[in-house]
Each structure stands twice: as structure tokens, then as C-alpha cells.
């Protein structure tokens, strides 16, 4: 066989090494107190680096947190405004239902942070029920440069999951952690302390350490339909 069905033929038969790392990755909520040696971040932060980005503008800085009285701190602003958006607009709570209007005042004006998910979520990190990094010895913060050509977001979207594909091959688990752009967009103290200004804005964060137990592994996904238009015409495959 030539060389090129042979790879066909290995590939039809088992998943890649790159695919069973994205299949198999979960997002990790439970870690080890154990740090995880700084070559394997410098590792994961070159897998960042090497992202591809629209006009190769590289819109992105990264910025790794291991010291555990600052991701404490970090965390301790974060939940504080939690508890603050929950006091203000919970409406659920019994004998709260006044806050309605305010509540859909509040999801017109911001509809994606208001998301029923989020705000569920902002509830949960406010009553202490869900961690904001869960713990993890090493966090990478993403701000994204404003400046970058065409989505600085999607690029760092794209530099931060190299990171976290590149961590989960290390046997590393990873989450993605959103949250915490309620302190910078919030309050003034963390962009002064880590020296963020124009052009640079938080775009996301990343939990990294070693998983507790094995919580790996393939789960059920909704699939969505794929139209697929070939040889002028068109089927679905779901
Ligand atoms: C941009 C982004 C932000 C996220 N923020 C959080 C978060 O703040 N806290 C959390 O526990 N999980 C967070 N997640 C993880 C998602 O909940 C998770 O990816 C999703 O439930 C699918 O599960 P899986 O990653 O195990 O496949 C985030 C994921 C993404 C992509």
C-alpha cells in the first residue's frame, strides 16, 4: 500500500493521538494541592503562542498566577461581587420576587453575562457552591489586545484551548473560568495590580493542575446538524 492510504487506513481505524486529546478532555473541578513544575506552563504557554491569529496580530498576553494568597484574593473580589449581583437582582429567593423588574432591567441591559446560566452560576459562586478555580494551584489569565485585526476574542479563544489541549496531553486537567472578568470590569485594583491598561482587556482565564481521581473521558454531546453541499446538492448529516 502506498504511504499516504496506509495513513488513511490508521486513521479510519483509530482515533489520532491530537483527536483522543479533544475527545477525552473534560473540564476539571476538582485538583491536587500539588503544583505543577514550571516547565510544563512554559510548555502550555508556547502551545498559546503558537496559535494562529487573523493577520498573525498575536492580539494576546498572558499572565500566570501560582501564588495561592493571590488566587485567594483574586477570588475573594470575584465572589464579593457575585454576592453583590445576587443580593441586588435574585428575584428566586422567597419574598425577593420585588426584585423582578430590577432583575429584567439588568438582563435587557447585559444579555449574555444575565444568561440563565451565568446568572445561575454567579449565584452558585456567590453561596460558595461553585469554586471560581476550584482550587488550582496555577491559573493563566488571557487579556486579549483590543487592537488585534478582525475578533482579538476568537484568537485568544483559539491561544487559550492550544493551552488547554496542550495541558490535558501532559496529563493535566484544565477549566475554563470566565468569571473572574467581574473583577476587572468591576473594580479598579486588579488592573492596576497587574499593570492592565488600553490596549489590553480580560478576555478569559484558565484553572491548570493535577485532576483529582480520573475524570476524563468521552461523554454524550448534542450533535447539531452539518448541511453539506457536494456535488451540487445538499444533505444533513447529524
Ligand atoms: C469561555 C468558557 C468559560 C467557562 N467558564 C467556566 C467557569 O467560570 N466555571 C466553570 O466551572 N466552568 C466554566 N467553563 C467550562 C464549561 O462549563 C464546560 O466547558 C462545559 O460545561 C462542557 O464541559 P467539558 O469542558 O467537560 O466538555 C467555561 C468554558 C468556557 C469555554
Known amino acids: 500500500m502506498e504511504k499516504k492510504e496506509e495513513q488513511i487506513e490508521q486513521v479510519k481505524n483509530e482515533w489520532t493521538p491530537t483527536e483522543e486529546t479533544i475527545l477525552k478532555r473534560r473540564s476539571i473541578r476538582m485538583y491536587k494541592k500539588e ?3 514550571d516547565f510544563m506552563i512554559n510548555r502550555i504557554l508556547e502551545a498559546g ?7 498573525n496580530s498575536q492580539p494576546w498576553k498572558f499572565i500566570v498566577l501560582r501564588d495561592p494568597k493571590l488566587i485567594k484574593d483574586l477570588t ?28 429584567k432591567f439588568n438582563i ?15 449565584t452558585f459562586i456567590a453561596d460558595g457552591k461553585l469554586g471560581l478555580w476550584h482550587d488550582a494551584p496555577t491559573v493563566i489569565l488571557i487579556f486579549k489586545d483590543v487592537r488585534g485585526v478582525s475578533n482579538p476574542d476568537l484568537d485568544c479563544g483559539i491561544a487559550g484551548q492550544n493551552m488547554v489541549l496542550a495541558a490535558h496531553s501532559m496529563g493535566l486537567g484544565t477549566c475554563w473560568v470566565g468569571f473572574v472578568k467581574l473583577a476587572f470590569q468591576y473594580t479598579r ?11 489590553y482587556k480580560f478576555a478569559s482565564s484558565i484553572a491548570i493542575g493535577w485532576p ?8 454524550k454531546r448534542v450533535t447539531h446538524a452539518v448541511d453539506w453541499y457536494e456535488n451540487g446538492s445538499k444533505k444533513t448529516n447529524y
Open 76 to 103: 475573594d473580589t470575584t465572589v464579593g461581587i457575585c454576592k453583590l449581583f445576587k443580593s441586588l437582582i435574585d428575584y428566586r429567593i422567597p419574598g425577593k420576587r420585588w426584585r423582578l423588574p430590577i432583575a
Open 108 to 122: 435587557k441591559m447585559k444579555p449574555k453575562d444575565l444568561h440563565p446560566v451565568p446568572f445561575g452560576a454567579v
Open 35 to 37: 503544583q505543577v513544575p
Open 212 to 219: 483529582v481521581g480520573d475524570p476524563d473521558g468521552m461523554v
Open 49 to 55: 503562542r503558537f496559535a494562529p491569529s487573523a493577520g
Open 189 to 199: 485594583k486588579w488592573k492596576k495590580y497587574f499593570n492592565i491598561s488600553y490596549p
